[in-house]
Every structure is written in structure tokens, then in C-alpha cells.
């Protein structure tokens, strides 16, 4: 049994690599003296430190990245910082885990709070990838204005890198990729069939649980799984075919699987491309061939 996340020292953790490559640890980020806006930002900041980058095939990566997943109605500020940057930050930070990140954390909130706006609106991704707003880590000129928060531990333990942490990395370097997750209801049936989850009301997150609960369903519900993947896999695709390879190498390299030959890269949003030039999607075909169909 793991101890509660309290108990856990966090410079522990991240001294003591895990076993598996791609890996994920969450902090827990606290400011005590801000109100209104800036406290609903400042509360909207999820850190997470990873081991490995999934997208390192990437040039001029960095080691930090920050985006805003949000509708309106909800707002998550996912920052992700590798276990390497993290370590050397320590280095120089007497080992504070505070002193060491928090700066990080706080420019995060202060360039949200510049672009409060269209943050909330659910626009950042698409026009920070298009380089009309400003990025989240880029440089600002009010360091201090809601100061160095508190960093702790928010779970007790070194996770793998899913899907939505790759979504989180690829839509900050190539730009918003339309992949519904929502969890999926499948329609009742007449004649319900004892075996069949489906059947039996259970919902199924997307994309792992329906793929695996596919074999035990019904032969009605089985295809409404096959469509409804078919569908949001469609839709991802159309919506930013880079993004879509590359959430599909990042996948296949985090969980051990092979990976597509290519190197997808983020389609260029200004100039011309040419019929017979290499697509900027990164597939290795020409233009004409792929996305210029």
C-alpha cells in the first residue's frame, strides 16, 4: 500500500528514476493570497514532471510546455517539465521543490492572466499554436505579481504517460487535435443479451475501455463501438492530420509498441506548398498524395 501523498517527501520520488520509461508524476501547486480571476486560474495549474518526452523526435523541444484545456464552462492548465529539468532546478534551489519549479508555475499563471480572455473562451490552443497569443512559458514583465506558490506532492507515486498527457504535448506543439474522449453510453437494446456489457448499461471510457469490452458484447453493440470509434478516429484525423500522427507515434512509443516510420512534424499554417514537396504533416509523402488530395 502506497502512503498517502502527504507522507511523501517529492524530492524522494523524483532521486528515484521508475522502472518505466515514460513516466508521469503530479505536484500539487498553491497560492494562499489570490482571489477573483487569478484565483480561478491559479487553481486551473496541473504540474506534471515526466521522465521522457514523447514527442522528442521534435527539434528545439525544450523541457517545459504548458496548454489550456477549457470551454468555457471548465478550465485545466496541464504544465509539463521533464525529471532532468526538474533535478537541475533542484541543484541550484538548495533542494526546494518550491523554490525550484515555482517560478516555472507562476509565469504560467501570469501569461494565462494576460490572455484571460480567450482562455476561457477555449480559443488559446489554436491561436497560441498559430503564434497570435502569446505562449503560456513565454517571457513576460510582471514576475512577482502573484509570487512563488507552494509545491507538494499530489499523488503518492510515478504513473505511466497516457493518452491524455500526450493529447496535452501535441496540441501545445501542433496545434489542437479534435479527439473526442468522452465517456460512451451505447444505446439499449430490445433484446439484451446476458454477457454483454454493453447490455447491462455499462459505460465505457474512450478509447481503451470500449476497445477492450468490444470482444464480450453483442453483435448490435459491437458495431455501434466499431462506428462510434470509426467516427471520433475520422474526425481527429480531419481536424490537424500532423497532431493525429503524431498523439499516434507518441502512443505507440510510451507503451513499447512499434512505431510509424515517419517522423510527423506540425503542418506549416502560412506559405505555399507546392504539389510535389513533402506534406507538412510529417507523413513522407508528397503533398499531392496526402493532404493536398
Not at 3 to 24: F, G, I, N
Not at 138 to 145: E, I, K, L, Q, T
Not at 202 to 211: D, I, K, M, Q, S
Request: a negative charge; glycine letters at 12%; proline letters at 9%.
Amino acid at each position: 500500500m502506497s502512503s498517502p501523498p502527504d507522507l511523501v517527501d517529492p524530492v524522494d520520488l523524483l532521486a528515484t528514476p521508475p522502472h518505466d520509461a515514460y513516466s508521469l508524476l503530479e505536484l500539487g501547486v498553491a497560492w494562499d493570497d489570490l482571489a477573483g480571476v487569478e484565483a480561478q486560474i491559479a487553481g486551473a495549474l496541473r504540474l506534471f514532471v515526466i521522465t521522457r518526452d514523447p514527442l522528442e523526435w521534435l527539434p528545439d523541444r525544450g523541457s517545459a510546455w504548458a496548454t489550456s484545456n477549457g470551454d468555457g464552462d471548465g478550465l485545466e492548465l496541464p504544465m509539463y517539465i521533464t525529471r532532468d529539468d526538474v533535478l537541475r532546478r533542484l541543484a541550484t534551489a538548495g533542494g526546494d521543490v518550491s523554490t525550484a519549479v515555482g517560478p516555472l508555475c507562476e509565469t504560467v499563471v501570469l501569461g494565462a492572466i494576460r490572455c484571460q480572455g480567450v482562455l476561457l473562451a477555449g480559443g488559446y490552443p489554436e491561436l497560441a499554436f498559430r503564434g497570435e497569443v502569446p505562449r503560456l512559458l513565454g517571457p513576460g514583465g510582471d514576475s512577482g505579481r502573484v509570487g512563488t506558490p507552494t509545491v507538494t506532492l499530489r499523488h503518492a507515486g510515478w504513473e505511466p504517460i497516457g493518452l491524455g498527457a500526450i493529447q496535452d504535448l501535441v496540441q501545445d506543439a501542433c496545434g489542437p487535435v479534435d479527439f473526442d474522449r468522452s465517456t460512451i453510453a451505447l444505446p439499449t437494446s430490445d433484446e439484451p443479451r446476458a454477457g454483454c456489457p454493453a447490455c447491462a448499461g455499462v459505460r465505457f471510457g474512450f478509447p481503451g475501455e470500449l476497445a477492450e469490452a468490444q470482444s464480450a458484447m453483442c453483435e448490435r453493440h459491437r458495431g455501434a463501438a466499431e462506428q462510434i470509434t470509426a467516427s471520433r478516429i475520422a474526425r481527429a484525423r480531419a481536424s490537424n492530420p500532423a497532431g493525429w500522427r503524431a498523439i499516434g507515434k507518441a502512443s505507440a512509443r510510451t507503451n513499447g509498441l512499434p512505431e510509424p516510420t515517419a517522423m510527423p512534424a506540425p503542418e506549416r499554417r502560412h506559405g505555399h506548398v507546392g504539389r510535389n514537396d513533402p506534406c507538412p504533416c510529417g507523413s513522407g509523402r508528397k503533398y499531392k498524395q496526402c493532404c493536398g488530395k
